[in-house]
């Protein structure tokens, strides 16, 4: 464990940039570009406000996002609940459906995804490459890696990867919770060693550009000439610690570009709100989030949908269970798993849940021992019928008694939750619900259209965060 201090020891002080700042520099730049987010789990939202977002990706749904006049849409692939082959698949769908309705505008691809580096890298930035190279004849010069998620915990310095507080201290991410994950995991935290790692050894770690934090807080012309070097898809990691870095990174990439480079980006989730300088939303008040919510008939109480099973989640939970008192329902996976129990273990769950709505909130929650298969392919199937299960029981309580709100604890739970479970295929990014996390959409269609609903990610906020939102949406 080293504290912020020691890590920043010998760096030079943060350099302040303003959100309009490099809207001034777009404008200067003519660069108009249409930034499309490809989304692994919905989670990436939380750091934004005011955008489209699509669970489909027709050119049609395209069409819609870019008629909204926004310079960003979030496309929800839910890739990381994927098999590899699939992943690719949804990417080239995503890419070639956005070019055609894109109709000549200019557009760039954004590849969202974890901040503790799991998911298919490099398989979706090449993949993505691959398609704007086919659709446009245009080859991408790098694929600029910045995982850093300062509001989170997550900060790239020297070019290694962190994962902790500021009040409490970091460690190399390869050393957390995150990187034993049962289908994505890793062992090295130094960013390099990690696209070695990844790549299975295609891509060496020599080979990776990194812009460290002095060159970029110091000499925008060195930062540009390293981002100007990248050619044939050379991967570029670059040190971020807080927002001003984001922004500064932002003004070097507009700068490049100008002169003619083309990148795809592989980003956590406050990337894209510096790139188009939006300003930080502050969290939404209880007027705004009553003003998101469509007129109509719902219940006393809200649905807490869990399906995180990292530490984090879990102490949540327990906090939610000490200050709110919700009602609680198990989705045991032991049941979800035999065929023989599964369907009338859903239809309990769903029934009982539904009634207690009328005078509390709910959760519903999968059990907490985290059932994992022989190989990661394995423990991605167990992980798709637990959520099919999940699925189904939200679409039985709004149909039979629909909530004051929805949470879905968890990414892949907060996809299927929002895509399958109520229906959403266009909705809006509200605003975040806590400092830079925990994102609320509000729905434009589908049997959830007009609820609020809360993407949280498993591994963010502090032990009280679940039950501040809990509360704050139940006086909304």
């Known amino acids: 464990m080293r504290s912020f201090s020691q890590l920043l020891e010998g760096r030079p002080d943060p350099v302040r940039v303003s959100a309009d700042a490099v809207l001034a520099a777009r404008e200067a730049a003519g660069d108009d570009t249409l930034y499309v987010v490809l989304d692994d789990d919905p989670t990436g939202t939380q750091s934004v406000a005011d955008l489209p977002v699509l669970t489909a990706w027709e050119a049609d749904d395209f069409r819609w996002a870019f008629a909204t006049g926004k310079p960003a849409v979030y496309v929800m692939t839910n890739s990381r609940s994927l098999s590899p082959g699939d992943a690719e698949r949804v990417n080239r769908e995503v890419v070639a459906a ?5 109709e000549g505008a200019r557009v760039a691809f954004v590849s969202r995804s974890d901040s503790t580096l799991r998911g298919h890298f490099p398989l979706e930035p090449l993949t993505i490459a691959d398609e704007v ?11 600029v890696v910045v995982p850093a998620f300062g509001d989170a915990g997550r900060i790239t310095i020297g070019g290694v990867h962190y994962a902790g507080s500021r009040d409490a201290g970091f460690v190399p991410v390869g050393t957390s919770e995150f990187a034993r994950d049962a289908t994505f995991g890793y062992s090295s935290s130094s960013l390099p060693g990690w696209v070695e790692e990844k790549s299975d050894g295609k891509i060496s ?5 990194v812009l460290d934090l002095t060159t970029l807080r110091t000499d925008r012309e060195a930062s540009v000439a390293l981002l100007r070097s990248a050619k044939d898809s ?24 100008t002169a003619g480079s083309t990148f795809i980006y592989r980003v956590g989730p406050p990337f894209l ?52 008192a919700p009602v609680e329902f198990e989705i045991d996976v032991a049941k979800i798993i035999d065929p023989t129990l599964r369907d009338d273990h859903v239809t309990e769950v769903a029934e009982r849940a539904a009634t207690e709505l009328n005078a509390s909130n ?17 423990s991605l199937d167990i992980s798709r019928r637990v959520s099919a299960a999940v699925v189904e029981v ?18 892949i739970t907060s996809s299927d939750v929002a895509t399958n479970g109520m229906g959403i295929r266009h909705a809006q990014v509200i605003g975040p619900m806590l400092p830079g996390i925990v994102s609320l959409w509000s729905g434009e269609d589908g049997p959830g259209a007009g609820i609020p609903y809360v993407v949280f990610a498993g591994n963010v906020g502090s032990t009280d965060s679940l039950a501040l939102v809990v509360n704050k949406l139940s006086q909304a």
Do not use: C, M, W, Y
Not at 98 to 102: D, H, L, Y
């Open 205 to 209: 770690a020599d080979d990776v550009l």
């Open 394 to 411: 939200v679409q039985r309580v709004l149909a039979a008694n629909p909530p004051r709100f929805i949470i879905a604890k968890g990414g």
């Open 98 to 102: 956005a070019t055609e309705a894109a």
């Open 133 to 143: 190279l086919a659709a446009s004849g245009t080859a991408v010069d790098g694929i």
């Open 273 to 324: 709100r510096a790139r188009i300088g939006q300003e930080v939303h502050p969290p939404l008040t209880v007027e705004e989030i009553r003003a998101s919510r469509a007129k109509g008939d719902v219940a006393t109480g809200g649905l807490v949908v869990i399906g995180s099973h990292v530490d984090l989640t879990t102490r949540q939970l327990d906090h939610l269970r000490q200050v709110e």
């Open 362 to 378: 709910v959760v519903v929650r999968t059990s907490r021992t985290l059932v994992t298969g022989a190989d990661g392919d394995e």
């Open 234 to 257: 050379r991967v570029i990691a670059v040190d971020i610690v807080e927002e001003d870095d984001l922004r500064l990174l932002s003004l070097a990439l507009i700068d490049a570009e």
